[in-house]
C-alpha cells in the first residue's frame, strides 16, 4: 500500500522547533514533507506572492525552504514540486494562539486553508504559549496533531479544516478536547503614534470569554477543534437583504 502523503507547513519558519517536533509525530502517519517560509512570516495572512520570483531550496531531504508566504509554500509545493495532492496538509505547530480572529490574520491557518480549498483535508495547530511560560510543551501539541491527522486520513473527508489550539501544559494534565466555536475580542489602544507619520499596531487584547469558545477550552485545559468553513457568506444576511433587491437596484425603467 503506498505511503500516505503528508504536507507540513508553518509560518514560523522551515527551521523553527514546532515544525520539526510536529514531522516527527506525524511521521507515523506516512511520508512528511515540509514546504515553510525562509523565515518568519507570522500574521502574513493569506497573502500570495504575484508575479515575482519565488527562490526554494531543498535544504535536506523533504525538507524545502520557501521564500515567500506559508499560501505560496503549499501552492507551490502541491503543483510546483510534488505535482501531486498530498492526502493531507497540517500547519504549525506556531508559536502562539490562533483564537478567535487570529484565524484571518494568521499565516498558519493560511497554510492550512489553503489546501482545504483544494481539496484537502487540513489542519491548523498552534500552542497557546502564555508571556511568563518558561517552557514550550510542542510535544502536547504534536500528540494531539497526529491524533486529529489519523482521524482526517482514516475519514478521507474532502477539504475539511480544522483550527487546533493546545494548552502549554504536559500531556498528562490536558483534560481532554472540546470542539469549540470561536472567540472575540477587541485591543485596547490598537494603534500607537510614535513620533509624525511613524505608528506601531499592537496594543493589549480584550477577550470575551464566552461559554463553548475556543479560548474558554484551552484556559480550562482543554484542546480547542474549531472547524472553519472556506465560504464565509452569511446566508441569513443573504435571506434578509435579497428581499430588498429591488428596493435598493429598482428597475431599468425605473432609473
Known sequence: MEKKLI??????????????????HLSELGRVVIFAPLSEKSASSHSITLRKEIVVTEVEKDVFAVDGTPADCVLIAIYGVLQKKPNLVV??????????????????????????MYGIPAVAVSLFVEPEDQRKYYDTAGYYACRVSQFLLKKKLNGELLNINVPNIPLQEIRGIRFSRLSTRMYRDP?????????IIGGEPLWDITHGSDLESVKEGFVSISPLLIDITDYEKLRILREFEKTIGGTASER
Open 7 to 24: 504536507l507540513l507547513s508553518n509560518d514560523d519558519g522551515y527551521d523553527s522547533e514546532g515544525i520539526k517536533v510536529l514531522k516527527e
Open 191 to 199: 494603534v500607537v503614534k510614535l513620533r509624525d507619520n511613524v505608528f
Open 91 to 116: 500547519s504549525g505547530i506556531n508559536l502562539g494562539h490562533n483564537l478567535g480572529e487570529d484565524v484571518f490574520y494568521s499565516g498558519t491557518v493560511a497554510a492550512a486553508r489553503e489546501g482545504a
